[in-house]
């Protein structure tokens, strides 16, 4: 019987980065409990600064990655502006193939420097439950730590209940002064109807 060389080298190769990343994470729990706080990541992902040029490939994966039903997504919840004045900021991720595997867009406040904040982050279904997001999280910690920041800041939505349980895996304590269905948020937070989770965490 011929044997599908290709497919047993994709094969291969997805248990052997899923063995990489899980032992990384693993690497990075033990370096936590002690007096170290960085998580290298040693796989296939590759890591770099968001151009311009990336504003639509991921504008496209929002929808996709955050389980929004085609045509009621709403837009705008990244503005190209992102991908011109924040990008020295934020990482974007690519597999070998170049394909978008995560991102984080993120930035020191303007107008409170001593906090950063970080405003989407986004990894590819296939990819989730291995660090990623973790070790994006770990990544902009210590350029924001480098920068001066002693806080780090996000918000999420009230029904992304997947989202609240990784912020506060990370860390962060979870604010609001209503409970929304069972979650603590902030009514109208982001204008009318938009309620918001909020989060905060030292660094
Ligand atoms: C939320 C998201 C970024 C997490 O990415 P991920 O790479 O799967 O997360 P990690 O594997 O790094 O998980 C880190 C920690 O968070 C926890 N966590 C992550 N997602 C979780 C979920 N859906 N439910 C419960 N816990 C979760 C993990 O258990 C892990 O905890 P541990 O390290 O103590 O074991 C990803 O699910 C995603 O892209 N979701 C859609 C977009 C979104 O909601 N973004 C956030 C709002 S902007």
């Known amino acids: 019987m011929p044997v599908d060389l290709a497919h047993l080298r994709v094969e291969w190769r997805d248990q052997w980065d ?4 899980s032992t990384e994470r693993e690497l ?4 936590r409990s002690g007096s170290a706080s960085t998580l290298t990541a040693v796989t296939s992902l590759h890591y770099r600064r968001p151009e ?3 504003h639509l490939r991921v504008v496209d994966a929002i929808p996709v990655w955050w389980g929004m039903p085609t045509g009621v997504a709403p837009t705008g919840l990244l503005p190209r502006l ?10 974007l991720v690519e597999d070998d193939d170049g394909a978008l595997a995560a991102f984080l867009i993120g930035f020191r406040s303007a107008s409170r420097p001593d906090t ?11 990819l989730r439950g291995r660090g990623v997001a973790r070790d994006l999280y770990e990544r902009f910690f210590t350029m924001m730590r480098e920068e001066g920041c002693t806080t780090v800041e996000a918000i999420t ?16 304590t979870q604010g609001g002064d209503t409970d929304l269905d069972g979650v603590l948020a902030y009514r109208d937070y ?14």
């Open 18 to 21: 899923a063995a990489i990343i």
């Open 28 to 31: 990075g729990r033990w370096m």
């Open 52 to 54: 311009e040029a990336d």
């Open 82 to 91: 992102f991908f011109q004045h924040f990008t020295n900021t934020s990482i």
């Open 116 to 126: 950063a904040y970080v405003h989407f982050v986004g990894v590819a279904p296939d």
């Open 157 to 172: 939505g009230p029904i992304n209940r997947g989202s609240q349980s990784f912020h506060r895996a990370l860390g962060f």
């Open 190 to 203: 982001d204008g009318r109807g938009e309620h918001r989770v909020t989060f905060n965490r030292q660094l």
